[in-house]
Nanobody, 119 residues
Framework: QVQLVESGGGLVQAGGSLRLSCAAS????????MGWYRQAPGKQRELVAT???????NYADAVKGRFSISRDNAKNTVYLQMNSLKPEDTAVYYC?????????????WGQGAQVTVSS
């Protein structure tokens, strides 16, 4: 069974930094795009950043220049380095990965990591 396990959330003051990690485990052939999404209270889940297997990245406008996504393919892990955090970045952050199990890629989600930024 494939699992995505997140770590690294927490409480930080505005202007601070946090790093999220998400590791995929289980039996699968490969991982294509990995990414991070977030959901604030009362709001819909939104894209934060994605990265393909070859390292091409995409960011939401709200985090460009402050957040950086990276991955270690040997460890099946994706990271999100968050700098210059703002109170509006407060949300539950979810890891996502498109994983090839048998003959098709399917999306998997992590359990979520709470990030709280105090003003």
């Amino acid at each position: 069974q494939v699992q995505l396990v997140e770590s690294g959330g927490g409480l930080v003051q505005a202007g601070g930094s946090l790093r999220l990690s998400c590791a995929a485990s289980g039996r699968f052939f490969s991982i294509h795009t990995m990414g991070w999404y977030r959901q604030a209270p009362g709001k819909q889940r939104e894209l934060v950043a994605t990265i393909t297997g070859r390292g091409s990245t995409n960011y939401a406008d709200a985090v460009k220049g402050r957040f950086s996504i990276s991955r270690d393919n040997a460890k099946n892990t994706v990271y999100l380095q968050m700098n210059s955090l703002k109170p509006e970045d407060t949300a539950v952050y979810y890891c996502n990965a498109n994983i090839l199990i048998t003959s098709a890629f399917a999306p998997y989600w992590g359990q979520g990591a709470q990030v709280t930024v105090s003003s």
